[in-house]
């Protein structure tokens, strides 16, 4: 009658219950304090780098994001990044 959620779910390393009480609380506080981990430093650029996708539908070149194929396109996403210093970036004025 109990069939799992999820067929792809992660198994409960932990089978007692907690200091909290319920089943699952130790992942459920790793969860919380990975979320406290501060994101890394990146600028726009660095991030695109990393973590941006094209997809073959709405790019010639499908695949992990380059920064080097656009390069006129670095400056631009850096001075947006949080660490630029920039207050205003008004379009047409020069950087």
Same mark, same amino acid.
């Given at each position: 009658?109990?069939?799992? /959620? +999820? &067929? &792809?779910?992660? %198994?409960?390393?932990? @089978? ?10 130790? /992942?459920?506080?790793?969860a919380w304090r990975d979320g406290l981990r ?10 695109a780098d990393q973590h941006r996708m094209l997809?073959?539908?709405? +790019?010639?070149? %499908?695949?992990?994001?380059? @920064?080097?194929? @656009?390069?006129?396109?670095?400056? /631009?996403?850096?001075?947006? +990044? ?6 205003? /970036?008004?379009?047409?004025? %020069?950087?």
């Amino acid at each position: 009658m109990s069939t799992p /959620i +999820s &067929t &792809t779910s992660p %198994p409960l390393t932990r @089978t007692s219950y907690d200091s909290f009480g319920f089943r699952g609380a130790d /992942i459920l506080l790793q969860a919380w304090r990975d979320g406290l981990r501060p994101d890394p430093r990146l600028t726009v650029s660095q991030w695109a780098d990393q973590h941006r996708m094209l997809s073959s539908r709405a +790019s010639a070149e %499908p695949g992990r994001y380059r @920064t080097n194929r @656009t390069p006129y396109m670095r400056d /631009i996403m850096d001075a947006l +990044s949080p660490a630029c210093g920039f207050r205003f /970036i008004r379009p047409g004025i %020069p950087i």
